[in-house]
């Protein structure tokens, strides 16, 4: 561990909450260069959809390499970024009835929203753009501009602006339909918000704290969104690629985005890999306008199409995924019905969900009582006060019930802990 002490950055987190050298991962599991095995309820971020090493899709782009294949070639056309095309129009887009034009950016989240919004202010001719409260968008200066997180935001060192933040589905409490408010203020000349370019939104928030907006909502603000002549965008970066049942996260809402972010598990492999999705007549772009020596990456295309054509060419992953999903959301009910005391309520749909606790002290207890037990898991929110389940959608039945069982076994020992404090020092802390 010394030379990561010598000489990486503090910039680091992931390292600081899971202090291991990993060396090995395959499926669902990683392994740490002493032999410990983990069972991975992390997935990159939501970057291993499809799980560590690939079974499926390692020995063809092994075979890529070892032919000499393409690995960097700019934008130009290469066998392997048509053939990428090819599959994911016919497997993802004719099938839903999809129009739209793809646009390779950098290969990062946060690049695809950044020529997202850019693209959507050339073809209006406005410059803001309406995001959400808790929404995280990327760390770059246009989309950390859109990105809710203080933590993220004080770290820019300039002003962050050309966003309109409004209140996300559920943020003023049930029973209140935030879109109203949105559509108020833009039909209002004196509400001080400026025409704008489009409304950038998540399906479901992750790093905000698996906050799932409800078909309902997302199909209000699509009627907002085309009543005033402003575009949607959904960044689809973590929520996409099947992580709530469906390949898109918006399918069973019923709405037609103007504009769609990708990247994480469209590469399949966990290779850096992101996209733009955006119907034809947005497609305005000069040529070069948005660049990047790393548009597009071959090596991603080769299991990007494997992805494609193995999981998403009919509906049995989709169907599993949903399954699982149930499974999830069964024993995460029965876990807040059991310890919940007013501590914990559960978050999310599909295999996105997560449990809210009362404070991010709590939430990171539990991860940390679960990483000892042998669970990759992280925390998400405003706080970090939401555990958060993110594990690969192949993962087995087995091993779905038994990272969840890590996790019901962490929180009865952190709830038995806070159980045996006595009530003197309750009393003394409450006093302070």
Request: proline share 3%; net charge negative; charged share 20%.
């Amino acid at each position: 561990m010394r030379i990561f002490e010598e000489i990486e950055s503090e910039v680091q987190s992931y390292a600081r909450s899971f202090p291991r050298v990993f060396n090995r991962a395959q499926g669902e599991f990683m392994w740490d260069e002493d032999g410990n095995q983990y069972l991975d309820f992390l997935a990159g971020a939501g970057t291993l959809n499809y799980g560590h090493n690939n079974p499926i899709f390692k020995p063809l782009l092994i075979d890529y390499i070892q032919n000499d294949g393409i690995t960097h070639g700019l934008d130009m056309h290469t066998k392997a970024k048509g053939e990428f095309l090819q599959a994911f129009n016919d497997t993802i887009l004719k099938p839903r009835g999809m129009e739209y034009m793809v646009q390779f950016t950098g290969p990062t989240g946060t690049n695809a929203v950044e020529a997202a919004m850019k693209v959507a202010r050339n073809v209006t001719g406005q410059q803001n753009i309406v995001t959400f409260t808790n929404g995280f968008h990327g760390v770059s200066l246009g989309s950390l501009a859109a990105t809710g997180n203080s933590h993220h935001r004080n770290a820019a060192g300039v002003s962050l602006n050309g966003v309109h933040r409004m209140p996300y589905d559920g943020y003023l409490g049930d029973g209140i339909d935030t879109t109203e408010y949105l559509d108020k203020v833009l039909s209002d000349s004196s509400s001080g918000i400026n025409s704008p370019a489009a409304v950038l939104v998540e399906v479901v928030q992750g790093e905000g704290g698996i906050n799932a907006a409800s078909a309902q909502w997302l199909r209000n603000l699509q009627t907002v969104c085309r009543k005033h002549g402003i575009l949607l965008i959904v960044d689809d970066i973590q929520a996409g690629c099947g992580r709530t049942g469906d390949f898109f996260s918006f399918e069973e809402a019923g709405i037609e985005p103007d504009i769609i972010t990708l990247s994480k598990s469209l590469g399949g492999y966990g290779l850096p890999f992101a996209v733009v999705l955006m119907k034809p007549e947005f497609d305005q772009w000069k040529p070069g306008e948005h660049n990047g020596t790393f548009r597009g990456n071959n090596l991603a295309f080769v299991t990007a199409k494997a992805a494609l054509e193995n999981y998403w060419a009919d509906d049995t992953f989709s169907k599993a995924i949903k399954r699982k999903g149930r499974y999830v959301s069964q024993r995460l009910n029965e876990i807040v019905e059991n310890y919940g005391e007013g501590n914990f309520t559960t978050k999310g749909r599909g295999m996105f969900q997560g449990i809210n606790c009362v404070n991010g002290e709590l939430a990171g207890k539990i991860t940390r009582a679960a990483f000892k037990q042998g669970l990759l898991i992280e925390t998400s929110g405003a706080d970090d006060q939401v555990v958060k389940f993110l594990c690969p959608l192949v993962i087995s039945d087995e091993n779905l019930k038994k990272g969840i069982d890590i996790v019901e076994a962490a929180i009865k020992e952190v709830c038995a802990k806070a159980d045996e404090i006595p009530e003197e020092k309750i009393y003394f802390a409450e006093a302070v």
